[in-house]
């Protein structure tokens, strides 16, 4: 018998800190007198994949492929011109490349992030699959759908790729004597679907009673929609929420015997050939929620700095809730609330104490009264460590606020901006003006808080002159300081969101929904403005603008 459960990491992510969602369902379930194990199985791919012997052999076979130096007649399934370029930059890094991907080698920190992007994109190459999404590029590795549930099936009984050899290598060692009530297995991202249904599968292989579950953000957005029962062939149930109270749950009924899902909140699972869900129930409140547990190793992780970041709320949900593209309030996943002032302190405390220096406060959108409180809070506490957080320019962010974030510790601020047309940020309901956002970033700047600005093209009405005026705006706020660095997203209508509701409202026409059943981005639609493939190729090419701006900046 067992009093134990395990939490998963699914790959495939950039492994240079462990993602939220385990440490934080780790101290919830421990706070609780649950005992639960973690496993990041993203860092135990890159560990496996980087190994010496491994990588040589990968770059061995990689110059055999058309355009490599051998000029052998083996098809490369993802093109020559790719198998080329990833070599030719691998091999102007020289020694330095394998330096980069060994934790210990500090000589080789500096590389470390392309070192890594390289390695998994070629290993991906050579073994025909592409790349995946994200830092890492296009699709997800072995080709699915994520948002297709019949092509993540076919997938799944069709194909077998990297991620398999990895867990056929790794899995049994690591299960070898010992038990669990549950493997519960995060999905944030789409692209880890296929990877996540691949490692529910082979847990399923070695342990063929061990109750399999999902859950994560891209399962309450995406999996959970599901109709096709022969999905659960991999897996037992998924959850939708934010999981802390049905991990404790999870673990209570294990305890009592077989795990009835029809008992817990949230749960979508398959009973009698067919798909069955239970209501979303009460979620925790941030203030019951413990800050997360330390609960891996952080010396192996790919890091580039001498400290890693965790990730807390203040808050969660939006305020504003009326942006025309997003589908935050739509979903009803994440209520908005608040922590208060002086449970956020404690957490933070906490944090400090185990030595952690460095917080993300990934909110949905912090308020900034409550930001204000929190800065102060943390001076008076005499707390000090840097900190970042996701907000929203909001008239009350003067140069008093900004200089008392400052002051506290603040160095980034993470803001979608959108776009310097007023009549676009009109046509998306953002709630802000160019005078309002100029006004922030004067008063950050001249505070010293770095911006990072959330940027689209593409949307609905948007000229290409449109975006190209926007991003001479953005270059010139790069340029004077303003700006530190610009992420561009390509719009597209997300399910569930004002746009979906209403297209003809915001001018778009001809809207073709997509195959998948899993609620995908609709990505084929018509409007009084650009083609989809001009925003496209606009975002890569502003995004290396801002890139070489940043770098000639030094």
Request: charged share 25%.
């Amino acid at each position: 018998m067992t009093d134990k459960s395990l939490l998963i990491l699914s790959p495939l992510e950039m492994p240079t800190h462990p993602y939220a969602s385990v440490p934080q369902l780790i101290a919830a379930a421990g706070a609780s007198g649950c005992l639960v194990e973690g496993l990041d199985m993203n860092l135990e791919f890159h560990h496996w994949l980087f190994a010496r012997e491994r990588m040589e052999e990968t770059l061995r076979k990689a110059r055999l492929l058309p355009g490599g130096e051998g000029g052998a007649s083996s098809r490369d399934p993802i093109g020559a011109g790719k198998t080329a370029e990833i070599l030719a930059s691998i091999d102007g890094m020289g020694e330095g490349f394998f330096s980069a991907l060994d934790v210990t080698d500090r000589r080789g920190r500096g590389l470390r992030l392309q070192a890594v992007k390289l390695a998994v994109s070629l290993a991906f190459c050579v073994n025909g699959e592409e790349t995946v999404s994200g830092v890492f590029g296009n699709v997800s590795p072995g080709g699915a759908d994520p948002y297709s549930s019949t092509s993540l099936c076919d997938s799944l009984k069709t194909r077998r790729g990297l991620l398999d050899d990895f867990y056929d290598s790794f899995l049994p060692g690591y299960f070898a004597g010992k038990r669990f009530l549950f493997a519960g297995i995060s999905v944030p991202f789409a692209w880890q679907a296929e990877p996540a249904l691949r490692l529910a599968a082979s847990i399923r292989r070695i342990l063929p009673g061990l109750p399999v579950v999902l859950g994560g953000s891209y399962v309450g957005m995406h999996l959970a929609e599901t109709r096709i029962p022969e999905l659960f062939d991999y897996f037992d149930a998924m959850f939708v929420g934010r999981g802390e109270r049905q991990v404790i749950e999870l673990h209570r009924a294990a305890l009592s015997g077989p795990i009835d899902f029809s008992t817990i909140d949230g749960s979508v699972y398959r009973k009698n050939g067919k798909v069955c869900r239970t209501p979303l129930g009460e979620i925790l409140t941030l203030d019951e929620i413990p800050p997360p547990k330390l609960t891996f190793d952080r010396s192996r992780y790919f890091c580039t700095e001498a400290d890693h970041f965790l990730r807390l709320q203040l808050s969660m949900g939006c305020s504003w809730a009326r942006c025309a593209f997003c589908n935050l309030s739509g979903c009803k996943l994440f209520p908005r609330q608040q922590a208060s002032v002086d449970e956020a302190i404690g957490k933070v405390r906490s944090l400090l104490d185990q030595g952690i220096k460095r917080i993300f406060f990934g909110d949905d959108e912090a308020d900034p009264g409550m930001l204000g409180e929190f800065a102060d809070a943390v001076i008076r506490e005499g707390l000090r460590f840097e900190w970042s957080i996701n907000l929203r320019f909001h008239p009350s962010m003067d140069m008093e606020w900004a200089i008392l974030l400052k002051e506290a510790g603040c160095s980034r601020i993470f803001a979608g901006l959108e776009h310097f047309d007023e009549r676009i940020l009109g046509n998306i309901n953002k709630g802000t003006t160019v005078k309002l956002i100029d006004e922030c970033l004067n008063n950050l700047a001249w505070a010293g808080i770095a911006v990072t600005a959330y940027m689209m093209v593409g949307l609905p009405g948007e000229t290409r002159e449109d975006a190209e005026r926007s991003f001479g705006e953005l270059v010139g706020r790069v340029r004077e300081g303003l700006v530190d660095n610009a992420i561009y997203s390509v719009f597209s209508i997300t399910p569930g969101s004002p746009m979906a509701e209403n297209p003809s409202r915001y001018g778009i026409t001809k809207v073709h929904h997509p195959e998948g059943d899993l609620r995908p981005a609709i990505t084929d639609f018509e409007h009084d403005g650009m083609s989809r493939e001009e925003a496209s190729s606009l975002a890569a090419k502003f995004e290396w603008v801002i890139a070489e701006c940043r770098r000639k900046e030094g």
